[in-house]
């Protein structure tokens, strides 16, 4: 509205006394605030034809006071102005603002959702390790049914292994563990020697064992040197003892200083004196083979079946 300004306008215009005090100017300004009403109606301010007489009234009313209530009405007007905007503006802050109660709802309900899906993956869980137990108890079931379903299968019986048949030396020869040895009367070089075994099916006797060697001392007779020829020759290469089925020589039952090669001996033999101090397992020398000696054959038995 233009009242406001139209009586600052007037109260500029002229001093305030002259203004209380005359009475046509205080008509005169009551006839313009009623003009400016008319004003305002006419330009479509919106105001409400039933309002002019009160607004009317009381700026008149105002107005027409003491100098003091008019200033008092200026400022409470601006006060009431001012108050409404400041409620207007808390009004619409507040409606904008987000409120509390929501984020702590919200938040409530993302928890409880937190606490359903560990729920939900904790019951998974124990699911899928109670389907894994039963799929291992049904596997076993199945292996058992189908063992007893199984066709029952009746096993040969394994024939016994024959029970070997003693073995049997022929007429002068003589038993150890699977070989039969012959002690020569007659004499050779140490290659007919060999060849005389090898036509009844054996050779020179070859001797591994400390019991083998003491099975055939046993068996020489005692004289003054009874030496007798075995399966044993460095002939091919000098110091390499090699027995007759090619094997190499380890160890031996040599006489202490023996085999000492003394005029190209090459082959070996046992002796057996009557000297009583002399024993099995230090009895071999090495001699020319070219020498006439009694012999000692070996022949491998194996097993016999019945």
């Known amino acids: 509205m233009h009242v406001v300004p139209l009586v600052q306008e007037n109260l500029r215009n002229e001093p305030l006394a002259q203004q209380m005090s005359s009475p046509s100017s205080a008509q005169a300004t009551e006839g313009m605030y009623y003009k400016l009403i008319d004003d305002d109606h006419s330009h479509g301010t919106g105001v409400a034809h039933g309002a002019h007489p009160v607004c009317a009234v009381r700026v008149t009313q105002s ?81 058992k049914l189908a063992a007893t379903k199984a066709p029952c299968v009746i096993k040969p019986t394994t024939k016994a292994p024959p029970i070997p048949s003693p073995i049997v030396c022929s007429s002068d020869w003589r038993l150890f563990n699977n070989s039969c040895y012959f002690i ?21 006797a070859i001797i ?51 085999p000492n090669n003394h005029i190209n001996e090459d082959c070996g033999y046992i002796v057996k004196t009557t000297v009583l101090e002399r024993v099995a397992i230090r009895s071999w020398y090495d001699a020319p083979c070219s020498m006439t000696l009694p012999f000692i054959c070996e022949k491998e038995m194996g097993t016999n079946p019945q």
Do not use: M
């Not at 409470?76 to 509390?100: D, R």
């Open 208 to 258: 591994h064992t400390a019991e083998e060697q003491t099975f055939l001392w046993d068996l020489l007779p005692r004289g003054h040197w009874n030496s007798y020829w075995f399966g044993i020759t460095d002939e091919h290469t000098e110091d390499q003892w090699k027995w007759v089925d090619g094997t190499p020589l380890v160890g031996g039952f040599w006489e202490v200083g023996e």
């Open 63 to 143: 107005l027409r006071g003491p100098g003091p209530y008019r200033l008092a009405t200026i400022c409470l007007a601006a006060l009431c102005a001012v108050l409404l905007i400041s409620i207007i503006a808390i009004t619409a802050h507040y409606k904008n603002k987000p409120q509390g109660g929501g984020n702590l709802a919200s938040d409530s309900q993302h928890q409880g959702q937190d606490v359903n899906v560990s729920l939900l993956t904790a019951t998974i869980h124990k699911l899928q390790e109670e389907k894994q137990q039963l799929q291992k108890e049904k596997d076993e079931l199945q292996v």
């Open 184 to 204: 020569s009367t007659i004499r050779h070089d140490w290659e007919d020697s060999q060849s005389f075994c090898q036509t009844h099916g054996g050779h020179l």
